[in-house]
């Protein structure tokens, strides 16, 4: 099974942009997916997490209200949708995707499957 990130660009303060990553090669029999995000010359940081079963949804405090994810279960794709973004959102963003229950969405060992990467860059 192979995740493919999307949906990266350029996008001045303020604007929107929406992250796809949908799993191919296979079905993928995911307990969970997640979005992190690595800036230049710091480490990967936790973003947003779903529940795959549920819906239920995490995000990190620097992003929530502004960042939706969602899911669509038929075409086994995760989306971020990423509103009023600010020059602090730069960075790649990788989804995740997590196989096995009782691990933490906020931590990337937890992860089994990651997408390639997508860059996202939010001008001043």
């Known amino acids: 099974v192979q995740l493919q990130a999307s949906g990266g660009g350029l996008v001045q303060a303020g604007g929107s942009l929406r992250l796809s990553c949908a799993a191919s090669?296979?079905?993928?029999?995911?307990?969970?997916m997640g979005w992190f995000r690595q800036a230049p010359g710091k480490e990967r940081e936790f973003v947003s997490a779903?529940?795959?079963?549920?819906?239920?949804?995490y995000y990190a405090g620097s992003v929530k209200g502004r960042f939706t994810i969602s899911r669509d279960n038929a075409k086994n794709t995760v989306y971020l949708q990423m509103n009023s973004l600010k020059p602090e959102d730069t960075a790649v963003y990788y989804c995740?995707?997590?196989?096995?229950?009782?691990?933490?969405?906020?931590?990337?060992?937890?992860?089994?499957?990651w997408g390639q990467g997508t860059l996202v860059t939010v001008s001043s």
């Open positions: 090669g296979g079905t993928l029999n995911s307990y969970g």
């Open positions: 779903i529940r795959w079963s549920t819906g239920i949804t």
């Open positions: 995740g995707a997590m196989t096995q229950m009782g691990g933490s969405y906020y931590y990337t060992r937890f992860y089994d499957y």
